[in-house]
């Protein structure tokens, strides 16, 4: 099989690992495999390849379609044959970066070296300056995991599930708390001491409805996680089973509660909310349909808000008022307070939504029961 072929089946393989919040199509173009639309924060659209080094893999994980006990053709691209492809796609302007993971084809010390072989090819024979990302491999050593990170934009470490009892239901071969979160403070002490290690910052990922974990948990877990490491971000898989999988029964997850999930993990990560201020339905799980900011404001005692004297903790709280707003209006407030609601809907206040929510200079903008 030719390598173009090759990186098609792979490319196709590494879909559970994802690189934007987007849940874009998980299949490779058949004449340009491998490429993918990752979305930044800002909106913007970069190009990657998006690819496993080999779907020959000793774990057992029952959602994945590379687990160990599946039986279907399995292929391996050496360091040297992903790096002429990826080069190939770059030079053409096809790609502007390189997302690389890989199953465990022997062991996870091999598997690691031909990761980090890939990219010191890239890095020194093909002079590549531009953007990799590298899934670092959970069991991986504390030097080839530093190795990665001298290398690398970014690494990542999948955790897969909130907790070890949530992993064992997806899978056996892996540690939870030594493979995994030990992997993932290690790769955390290494970029705190040293910024120029991977400086784009560590993320990881979970499967979302491969076991019965609720949104509570999943959120509980990354709000323990942010506090303690500077993850920039998480990732949410959506599980779609697959045939010849244990879970192949097991029903697909639903793609709106992802969603659902990025927007209440922004509240953790970005406005430094708490699990607690969430709210969640009987089954410890969010609402589908409804706002999770929304929700969470409607059971706080702060509202209405005094627009011109609240705090950062409290303005980042109303619905309508995200981070650069809030900070807008206290550094305008200090010179001028504000008198009119169009006059915070001139700095990016959503005040359709943020109306219910606020008062300014004592006068309420509108009633809650309105809404």
Known sequence: MDNLNKTKVLSDSAQFDLCDSQNRSRISDVNLPGIYPATGKDGCTVPLFKTLMTNKCKNDCKYCLNQ???????????????????????????????????????????????????CNIL????????YIHLKVIPGASKDSIKRAMTLADRVSINIEAASADGLSQIAST?????????????IN????????????????????????????EIL???????????????????????????????CDCNQQRTNQLYHADALLNEYKFKTKELVFDEENNISLTEDPKILAASKMDIFPLEVNSANLHDLIRVPGIGLKSARRIMDIRVKQPFKDINDLKKIGVVTSRAEPYIKLEGNYQSALDNF
Request: proline share 3%.
């Open 174 to 186: 892996k540690d939870y708390n030594k493979d995994i979160l030990k992997r993932l403070n290690w």
């Open 189 to 216: 002490s290494l970029y705190k001491h040293d910024k120029n290690l991977s400086p784009s910052g560590p993320t990881t990922q979970l499967i979302i409805g491969a076991n019965d974990e609720s949104d509570f």
């Open 220 to 250: 509980k877990r990354m709000e323990k996680i942010y506090k303690k490491t500077d993850l920039k971000r998480t990732y949410f898989s959506p599980f779609i089973a697959m045939e010849e999988t244990e879970l192949e029964n097991r």
């Open 123 to 130: 890095r020194k024979s093909y002079g590549y300056e531009d």
């Open 68 to 118: 160990c006990q599946r039986d279907f053709t399995r292929l391996e691209l050496s360091p040297n044959e992903i790096a002429k492809v990826f080069i190939r796609y770059y030079t053409s302007g096809y790609v502007n970066g390189l997302f690389l993971s890989s199953g465990v084809s022997d062991t996870i010390d091999n598997t690691m070296e031909r990761l980090i072989e890939t």
